[in-house]
């Protein structure tokens, strides 16, 4: 970005915290996804959403492009800054301004972290269920943005199904409020549907207003342990097909695990090839029956071991566990490319074959977890970014990973967004029409294309 036009910004603005020299910006150059990189210019704070609405008509003006910032935790590289452009980050938008205890909602600024959310809410009895791994750094507008899923997505579903209100700094910088507090609504085209995944290309969500529900009564949580990978996915594939609906099935493989263990000692069995963390909850009594069943699957499809967890304390050591694999992971080797290939949960047991093979075909190291009751996999290899011929080996592995899910009926990506990461790969997912009628979206809702251009697809 030329000085002039950081100088104008500063003062123009001179109320706002600015960025610029480049050890600042360090932080600010790359996302959660370590293989890309680029180098930021400037970056602002906004503390408000007239802040934002004025930042973006400054920068329409002069056709500068915008990329939204939440905690920068995001696997697709959605947030990567553009040459010569402007990183609006929402961190000092941070407040939670109302939990409505009587239509069972809650009211944030988009820069809150997800588990203040979740406490906001626990702490007036109620219960947001989306939770992603990241829910401590993450941003709920950031999640937003991605539609974040997370541990519980099977049984409640992801950030869209909570989504009741946005408040959104288009691009023109004009402000709209689309959907309600209303539980049904359908005046007109649901543009608050648009916004969400669309990762801040559409326009800069400022806030929030999220739909709570209560808190369930009772909750149990089940490990059990493997010697094939394979048998860990039927599983999962029988507990779906016995219709019972646990509000976690997660899957951890054998590097994963060790990994965890090398990492937070949670007492993880090292020699197994695979374990499954489940949980269900609901009234007491569905919640004991519901966990014997699984157990018995899990059984039958040959779990050597399935231990419950006996107090809130162990479930919590289990579920952290769990959400520390893909920091786990990253100790392992320089560089992870963690991917996120999905796929109809029937297919399971073959995916996580295949990717081991494929693996092993290119000579990689993978280690696989993910959100199994979702179909939902993170196949991630450990490598070194230095080893040029390694990557090379690391991209054919992945595209037969995103061939085979989307062979399957399955897709290049379940939560973690397009970004520039799958970009190469979204047209076999979708086909080229698909693509095409989301370019004409993009054009009416910013035409001069300076909303986090070049994420998704170029123009
Ligand atoms: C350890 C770890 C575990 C993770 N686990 C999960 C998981 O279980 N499930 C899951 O879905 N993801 C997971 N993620 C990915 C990541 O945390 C999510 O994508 C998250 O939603 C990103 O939030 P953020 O605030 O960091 O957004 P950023 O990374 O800052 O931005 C992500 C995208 O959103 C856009 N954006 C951000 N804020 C706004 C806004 N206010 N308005 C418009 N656009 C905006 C950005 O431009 C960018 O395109 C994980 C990441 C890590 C590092």
Redesign the pocket.
């Known amino acids: 970005m030329n000085t002039d036009l950081r100088e104008s910004l500063q003062r123009e603005f001179p109320h706002l915290e600015f960025l610029h020299e480049k050890e600042d910006l360090i932080p600010y150059s790359f ?2 996804t370590a293989a890309h990189y680029s180098q930021a210019e400037l970056v602002v704070f906004p503390k408000t959403t007239e802040d934002v609405s004025r930042l973006v008509r400054f920068a329409s003006d002069r056709s500068v492009p915008i ?9 697709s590289g ?2 990567l800054p553009i040459p010569g452009g402007l990183i609006v980050c ?1 961190s000092k938008m941070d407040r939670i301004l109302e939990v409505d205890t009587k239509n069972l909602c809650l009211r944030a600024e ?1 820069g809150a972290i997800t588990a203040q959310i979740a406490q906001a809410a626990d702490a007036a009895g109620l219960f947001y269920p989306p939770d ?3 829910m401590r ?3 709920i ?3 937003i ?2 539609n ?4 519980r997505g099977l049984k409640y579903g992801v950030t869209r199904d909570y989504v009741m209100g946005l408040e959104v700094v288009l691009a023109s910088g004009e402000v709209i409020f689309t959907g309600s507090k209303c539980v049904k609504d359908v005046a007109g085209y649901s543009l608050r549907d648009l916004f969400i995944g669309s ?2 290309t559409l326009g ?2 400022t806030q929030v207003v999220l739909k709570l529900i209560p808190k369930p009564q009772a909750r149990r949580t089940l490990l059990a342990i493997y010697n094939k990978m394979e048998d860990a996915a039927e599983t999962v594939s029988a507990i779906i097909a016995a219709k019972i609906i646990p509000c976690t099935l997660e899957f951890l493989d054998a590097m994963t695990i060790n990994s965890v263990e090398d990492y937070a000692k949670v007492g993880l069995p090292r020699d197994a090839a695979a374990i499954l963390l489940m949980e269900t909850d609901g009234p007491s009594g569905a919640v004991e029956d519901e966990a014997a069943k699984m157990a018995d699957l899990a059984r039958q499809h040959h779990a050597r071991e399935v231990k419950i967890a006996q107090t809130a304390e162990e479930s919590f050591q289990l579920a952290e566990a769990r959400r520390a694999a ?2 786990a992971l990253a100790r392992v080797a320089p560089t992870t490319i963690l991917e996120d290939a999905t796929v109809p949960r029937s297919e399971l047991a073959r995916t996580v074959k295949f990717i081991q093979e494929t693996a092993d075909r290119y000579g990689l190291k993978v280690g696989t977890f993910g959100h199994m009751g979702d179909g939902n996999l993170h196949p991630t290899f450990l490598t070194n970014e230095k080893n040029e011929e390694e990557m090379h080996r690391v991209e054919s592995a992945m595209k037969d990973i995103f061939d085979f899910a989307v062979g399957l009926g399955g897709t290049i990506t379940g ?3 397009v ?1 520039v990461a799958k970009k190469p790969f979204l047209a076999k997912a979708l086909g080229d029409l698909n693509i095409s009628v989301m370019r004409q979206v993009k054009k009416s809702f910013d035409p001069k294309g300076i909303l ?1 251009p070049g ?1 998704i697809f170029d123009l």
């Open positions: 996302d959660g990329v939204t910032r939440g905690s920068g935790s995001g696997l959605g947030s929402l988009a992603p791994g990241s750094i993450s941003t507008g950031g999640n943005a991605e974040s899923g997370g541990l990762e801040g800069i969500v893909f920091s939560e973690h967004g970004g986090n994420k």
